[in-house]
């Protein structure tokens, strides 16, 4: 059966291929499907795909559309010089009102601190400190007014430096502990006041009261002697 399928010699090379047979000449034939044909002369070559002033900036960026490459970088750089400054001008109107309140906060801090108060802000009984006063002394009545027996009133004061130096309180005498005095040992500036508040207790007393306390300020040679009334009933 080999021989007969298989015959010697038989279906080899030879007549499978045969010289010249379907070989590269058949397949591939001289200036076959080579370069030529399948990319032949002028064919879908770079002339028709990018034809001569064809797809170039023309067509890509036909005038007024997106063409200029300059206009659009000088718009991309306005717009953000644009939105800068807007930015600023309403940060800078955020900004100052909330600049004059810290300055005022820091105004207010400071005559506090040196037991000053701006005049605007004095509600009530004010006692003037003068250079007179200091040199001679001074007097002043503080009035409570009817009270009933058993009652503790309380007045604020406001004790005003209308004289030419700084001024301290160094004490306060009493003549009776029924009258207290409260203030504070900070300096008042020329043209500061300080708040002091003074309390009157009535447990005890009837009638008409009549109480002094002296007040000693630094540089004075004569107390700020205030007489104190009530009407106890």
Same mark, same amino acid.
């Not at 939105?83 to 001008?89: G, R």
């Given at each position: 059966m080999r021989r007969r399928l298989f015959p010697a010699g038989g279906l080899t090379r030879r007549q499978l291929f045969p010289a010249g047979g379907l070989a590269k000449r058949h397949l591939f034939p &001289? !200036? #076959? /499907? +080579? %370069? =030529?044909? @399948?990319f032949p002369a002028d064919g879908l070559a770079k002339r028709r795909?990018?034809? &001569? !002033? #064809? /797809? +170039? %900036? =023309?067509? @890509?960026?036909?005038?007024g559309g997106l063409a200029s490459p300059a206009a659009s970088l000088v718009k991309l750089t306005t717009s953000p010089l644009k939105?800068?400054?807007?930015?600023?001008?309403s940060a800078v109107s955020y900004v100052t009102p909330v600049l004059s309140l810290v300055m005022l906060s820091a105004f207010l801090l400071t005559l506090t601190a040196c037991g000053g108060q701006p005049s605007a802000a004095r509600k009530g009984r004010i006692i003037a400190l003068t250079d007179e006063m200091l040199g001679a002394g001074g007097t002043d009545t503080v009035r409570f007014g009817?009270?009933?027996s058993g009652e503790i009133a309380v007045l604020r004061l406001w004790l005003e430096n209308r004289a030419s130096t700084p001024l301290?309180?160094?004490?306060c005498d009493?003549?009776?502990?029924?009258?207290?005095?409260?203030?504070?040992?900070?300096?008042?500036?020329?043209?500061?006041?300080q708040q002091v508040t003074l309390t009157f207790d009535s447990?005890?007393?009837r009638g008409w009261q009549l109480k002094t306390l002296d007040l000693r300020l630094s540089g004075a040679s004569r107390p700020l002697r205030l007489?104190?009334?009530?009407d106890v009933e």
């Open positions: &001289a !200036g #076959g /499907l +080579t %370069r =030529r044909r @399948l795909l990018f034809p &001569a !002033g #064809g /797809l +170039t %900036r =023309r067509q @890509l960026f036909p005038a939105l800068t400054t807007s930015l600023a001008k009817h009270m009933r301290v309180i160094v004490s009493r003549s009776c502990g029924c009258t207290t005095l409260e203030y504070d040992a900070q300096p008042i500036t020329p043209g500061g006041a447990r005890g007393e007489f104190v009334e009530a």
